[in-house]
């Protein structure tokens, strides 16, 4: 039989690394995490229905409001990522158009996703 | 040839010329099915609502940049054209929601049989489509 593994990988012992479901993992994880938080962000455009920016801050004080907004924003920029990244994945065949597309969604996405951060940090302080 | 898989397609015919290899018939050939449909519906929402990320950031930096700022976008949320994208934002919402359940469940093996997959199907298109009109009701009516 031919061995097909590294000899360095053989001499290590440790099998796969378990790094090559890390993207798989990570969406399942940020996907469990945002069915409540979903169901959260819901519930709280409800009740702020037409609130002006004075209502708007009074919520986001509120501590619980600040961190599962925050977490809310968060797992969906990660889940959002990853799951855009398939999409370009499956559907741009040639690979610098590829990487160009993934990275400027990747900015894209990091870029909104920080602003979101930033503006519930200054509504809750 | 610009691409690796591009080699896969060449052939001969049985002259010895090289031919273009027959492609396996594709999406619009098949008879959509729940799941097809399902799953491609899955995959919309999702990018639809990364758009929806992206419009929650900003109604969110509109809140912390000025009162003024912050009517103005809750002026267009409350528009007609708003509430219908709102509207559409719920449903993929929704849908995407419970689809993922559906998805997180096969993660963990369970209902993989085909009579089941149909019927988590039509729950899924049935419970986004509740959760959708519940929640307008709530939010047009009570509040």
Known sequence: MRIMRSALGRARGMGAAKSGVHHWWAQRL???ALLPLALYAVLSV??????????????????????????????LFYHLQLGL??????????EGKRLAVMLAMRATAGFFGLLAIISVLKLSF | MQDV?????QGRNSTGGTVRRPLSPHLQVYRPQI?????????????????GAVLLSL???????SSGAFSVAQAIVGSILGMIVLFG??????????NGIRHLLWDAGVGFELPSVHRSGVAVVVAAGGLTVLVWLVGLVLL
Do not use: K
């Not at chain 2, 799941?35 to 758009?51: K, P």
């Open chain 2, 5 to 9: 898989r591009e080699a896969l397609m």
């Open chain 1, 46 to 75: 409800l009740l702020l229905e037409g609130a002006s920016q004075a209502e708007m801050l009074r919520y986001m004080a509120e501590p619980w409001n600040g961190v599962l907004f925050l977490a809310l924003v968060i797992a």
């Open chain 1, 85 to 94: 990244q398939v999409v370009i994945e499956d559907y741009i065949r040639s």
């Open chain 2, 89 to 98: 934002f719920t449903f993929a919402l929704f849908y995407h929601f419970c």
């Open chain 2, 35 to 51: 799941t097809s449909t399902l799953s491609i519906l899955h995959r919309i929402t999702g990018v639809a609502l990364s758009a």
């Open chain 2, 59 to 65: 109604w969110l930096a509109a809140a912390a940049t």
């Open chain 1, 30 to 32: 940020t996907a469990l």
